[in-house]
Every structure is written in structure tokens, then in C-alpha cells.
């Protein structure tokens, strides 16, 4: 098995803003032990930019995709290669900062080469904020729209997570392993159609349409399921 797994909503419990998500001390035993009994084969795919990543989960600097794959650290505490800002982003990230959403509790978060605005504080302004980055977008080919639990997002068309799957199945330690994705989110779905695809299994986490052909609860169930793979590996 080659095990991916997101970071918010399937490690950790969503929060109202992106740096309150705390992060239970199971996971970071768990992820621990299935980097070891994975041979490596264990990496976080996340719209996070790494560093963030790395910062919850400290001090473990695991293979991560960042950014719905904009980012890659391909093995255990490897460098971070990220891609080059588009022009579009940079002239998105203006058009942004000149609405007035943040005035009014939306929460603009700059990731580089990918934006995202958070409404999680302010759910009644939904409308409002799909309104501003649709038209922001228009024009910016280069760019298109990922609506998120509580967040629209911004990225280069040619990155998502089913993306980032591929990419580490073309580098060891994933190479030759079967895929196994695990998401709660919309921006999940391209990881989890990509590892069945690929012969692997998608795990879709909590309610809601999905392509997953596996569900686990929540993020509680999340934990356990991990801790129940190290225990059949230590049978």
C-alpha cells in the first residue's frame, strides 16, 4: 500500500480559521509507526502549503503535496520544490485585496502560487464570496475555481490532488505500490478518482456525494482506522 492522506477534515477536525486546527497526539504516534511499516510509503496531500503541514505536524517532515500539488517534498525530509506564481495569480491576488470581503469577517488566505478566501466565520456571505472570485477569475485562463467546505480557492488549472497521486507513484518509495486516498473534501475527489483508477481504494470521510467506493465516519474514525492498520501489521 501507498497511503495518502489529507490534512484537514480527515487528520485533523475543521476549524474556524486555518491556524486554530489542532491536531490530535494519536496521529502523530500513528503516522509514525505507518511510516515505518510503509517503508516510506506514506505521504500528506493537502491545499496547505507545506510549512503548514510541517508545523502541525511536528517534528515529523513527511512526503507531502501542498497546494493541491503545486508543492512536493518527495521523500522523508526532502527539499520543498515548489511551481513559479502565474501572472494570473498575482493579478487575482490584487483584485482580492481591493474587494471588501475581509472588512466583513472573509478571511484571505495568500498560499503562493494559489489563493484561497474563507468564510467559515461569516457562513451567510457564502453567495457573496463564489460572486467575487467567479468574476475575479474571469479573463484569468490560467486559473480555475475549487469550492471547499467553507472556501473557494484559486489554482492553476493543470495542478489537484489526483495529480500530486500520480507524481509520487512515479518516485520511491510509492512506485509499484497500491494507492489507497483518503479525503472528506470536494478537492478530494480528483485523489481519491485517481488512486481507484489506478487499481488503488478512495476512502471518502464524513457525508456527501463522492466517487469513493469506501466511507469512514468522521475524523475520529480517520484515527482509528490508522491505528488499526499498525495493529494488523504488528499480528
Known sequence: MALFLDFDGT???????????????????????????????LAIVSGRPIAQIDS???????????????????????????DELSPDILTLKGLLRDSNLQSKGVFLEDKGPAVALHYRSVPELENDVVAVMSE??????????VHGKMVVEAKPCARDKGYAVRAFLEHAPFTGRRPVFIGDDVTDEDGIAAAQNLGGIGIKVGDGESCALHRLENVAAVHEWLAGVLTVSEI
Not at 475575479?136 to 480555475?144: N, R
Open 11 to 41: 487528520l485533523a477536525d475543521l476549524a474556524p480559521r486555518p491556524e486554530d486546527v489542532q491536531v490530535a497526539p494519536i496521529v502523530l504516534s500513528s503516522l509514525v509507526g505507518l511510516q515505518t511499516y510503509l517503508d516510506g510509503a
Open 56 to 82: 502541525f505536524l511536528a517534528p515529523l517532515q513527511l512526503p507531502a503535496a501542498g497546494l493541491h500539488g503545486l508543492e512536493h517534498r518527495m521523500s522523508l525530509n526532502a527539499e520543498v520544490l515548489r
Open 136 to 145: 475575479a477569475v474571469k479573463g484569468l485562463s490560467a486559473l480555475h475555481l
